[in-house]
């Protein structure tokens, strides 16, 4: 192990220091006549940003309705995303990337953009003319091209910093300092089990003297049943606390669970599923964060299950996995069930967060004269 840290310790320092010059270079530019929030973390892998933004926006939509809401993002591995898009549905994310086609498909009033050059983008294909806009900027902490009005930093309650180390000794982005950057913290994800570590790293952050205000959040998981015939989801949701006293998932009806997804933390899924099931899935398979399914993969994970087994998979697997049509006919054929994991996300200081997130939208207010139009 010593071994190990001897050899990339260099390269982590030249890590730190290649970021630092790329970040330096970088002059914000002030989109024009927009509130600018970011969510974004420090560390490699699954944070819960892509629910967490879902939760910004349902919360701006039930207490500023006179806003418009973009969602600004990069669009990873999509096609379209060197050029620039706005999306006019969530049907194509291999054109349009995964995460930004679920936003689309959950919030079709919702403006959703993406493009490497995000403030190109934006300036290009926004089509919101009201200074009564807030753009959200998906993983943009690293995204220092635009200026931000507020920068949220979620950190996983599992391995907050990791092992403190950034890329390639650990799972850093950057430095644990750089938080002094944000102007909030919300570790995601948080259980029984693992507050000892939030705690710790609470404890890490005062340390270091990052005087950032930190908030903590879990998941609300559901299991949404898909109709094969129409791929609609099943208009009933169920909260975990009620999903093992259902016959939904009728254990004599089946052979068990297979879940398959392509997420950046594929084992808090499977924790996920399996505290909403009440059992454990012991049939499972993990592709890279992001990954496209194409018709061979899928057909093969088809036979490895057995007739009347349950499979599960992510939101944001399905928005993928609802385009290959060999593999949702071999479905129907075979009268395979599919369910998609539903998450959202509950702040557990709700009342001081959304209080905050007010105290924001009034500022905002007061600096661009527009008290007066309420």
Do not use: C
């Amino acid at each position: 192990m010593r071994f190990f840290f001897i050899l990339f310790y260099p390269l982590s320092l030249l890590y730190q220091f290649l970021f630092w010059v790329s970040q330096f270079k970088i002059k914000p530019f002030f989109l024009p006549h927009v509130l600018v929030i970011s969510v974004g973390n420090i560390t490699m892998g699954g944070t819960g940003k892509t629910p967490f933004v879902q939760y910004l926006v349902r919360y701006f939509n039930a207490k500023n309705k006179k806003y418009a809401i973009t969602i600004l993002s990069r669009g990873y591995k999509a096609k379209l995303s060197k050029v620039g898009a706005i999306l006019r549905d969530g049907f194509s994310p291999h054109l349009y990337g995964d995460e930004p086609s679920e936003h689309k498909e959950l919030f079709p009033d919702v403006q959703v953009i993406i493009g490497k050059n995000r403030k190109e983008s934006f300036l290009k294909h926004n089509q919101v003319h009201s200074k009564f806009h807030i753009v959200i900027l998906d993983d943009g902490f690293q995204h220092k091209q635009i200026h931000r009005d507020f920068d949220i930093v979620l950190l996983d309650a599992n391995g907050p910093f990791g092992n403190g180390q950034t890329i390639p000794l650990g799972f850093l982005r950057e430095p644990i300092l750089h938080l002094r950057r944000a102007h909030t913290i919300v570790f995601t994800k948080l259980t029984d089990q693992n507050k000892d570590k939030s705690i710790r790293a609470i404890n890490i952050l005062k340390q270091k003297q990052i005087p950032v205000p930190s908030y903590t959040s879990h998941f609300l998981a559901n299991l949404v049943q898909i109709d094969l015939n129409t791929l609609k989801s099943n208009p009933v949701q169920l909260p975990v606390d009620q999903i093992r006293q259902t016959k939904v998932l009728d254990e004599d009806a089946n052979d068990g669970y297979f879940l398959f997804t392509g997420v950046g933390n594929p084992k808090h899924v499977l924790e996920t599923a399996e505290s909403i099931i009440g059992k454990k899935i012991n049939q499972h398979r993990f592709f890279p964060d992001h990954y496209e399914f194409e018709e061979s993969v899928l057909g093969s994970i088809i036979g490895e299950v057995k007739q009347g087994t349950v499979l599960l998979t992510t939101e944001k697997d399905w928005v993928k996995v609802r385009t290959k049509k060999g593999f949702l006919e071999e479905l129907r054929k075979r009268n395979i069930q599919i369910f998609v994991i539903k998450i959202e996300v509950v702040v557990n200081e709700k009342e001081s967060f959304e209080s905050m997130l007010a105290g924001l939208v009034s500022t905002y207010e007061a600096k661009n004269d527009l008290v007066s139009m309420n």
